[in-house]
């Protein structure tokens, strides 16, 4: 159950507790009803406004800073979930680093889990949302080769185990699918440089 539903099942269940001890029987007055019906549709319009706003329209990917009202090195994982809502998954990456992760969305947000504050260091885009960076790489658009273009000479990261190949720039980093139809190593780069950006990671700029 999401935060959402579980919040209106929540007032519901309070509001016919509170009929019960009225003496109304368990019935619900047309009052409390009204009041669970508007708490619906706000809960509701709030978390479409959202999606919305991430995944219909492109947004503004600042390198080395963040997105909007989440600027890394500033804003808290506190500040996310009271921005956005409880409707994520939280991912404990061993004892390092914290991820709040709204699917619905297409974002990731990263803390470190031993710092008291938890302030952000890292955001992760991805489909659904839609957005471009500052110097106008569109996510899931542009490709690979329209980065190097822009940011200049890449440097390339895979692991054994990844599915996707990264290249590094400072503050900024870039995600295409690996093509599992080669040799994962070496990389082949021509081939690779003709994919289409599918994640992209700002990093604080130290």
């Keep these: ?9 929540n007032f519901y269940s309070l509001a016919c507790r509170h009929a019960l001890y009225a003496g109304r029987y368990g019935q ?6 009204l009041s669970i019906l508007i708490l619906i549709l706000v809960t509701s319009c709030s978390h479409t406004n959202y999606i919305d706003r991430y995944t219909a329209t492109d947004n503004l990917i600042m390198d080395g800073k ?19 809502g409880k409707d994520f998954e ?10 709040i992760y709204y699917k619905d969305l297409g974002l990731s947000f990263y803390y470190f889990q031993n710092e ?3 302030q952000l260091f890292a955001i992760y885009f991805k489909a659904p949302f839609k957005g471009k960076t500052t110097k106008g790489i569109i996510l899931n658009k542009a490709t690979m080769e329209d980065v190097v273009q822009i940011y200049g000479p890449p440097v ?15 503050g900024i980093e870039f995600d295409i699918e690996r093509d599992k139809s080669l040799p994962h190593f070496p990389l082949d780069e021509e081939r690779h440089l003709k994919k289409i950006v599918i994640g992209i990671t700002v ?3 130290d």
Excluded: P
């Design 1 to 9: 159950m999401t935060h959402a539903a579980q919040l209106i099942f």
């Design 28 to 33: 619900c007055s047309m009052k409390q009803r």
């Design 66 to 84: 963040g997105m909007d009202s989440f600027e890394l090195g500033k804003a808290r994982a506190q500040d996310v979930i009271k921005e956005l």
């Design 90 to 99: 939280e991912i404990k990456h061993k004892d390092y680093s914290g991820e």
């Design 116 to 118: 008291r504050t938890k």
């Design 156 to 170: 390339w990261t895979s692991c054994d185990m990844c599915d996707t190949w990264t290249v590094e720039y400072e």
């Design 203 to 205: 990093i604080e700029n």
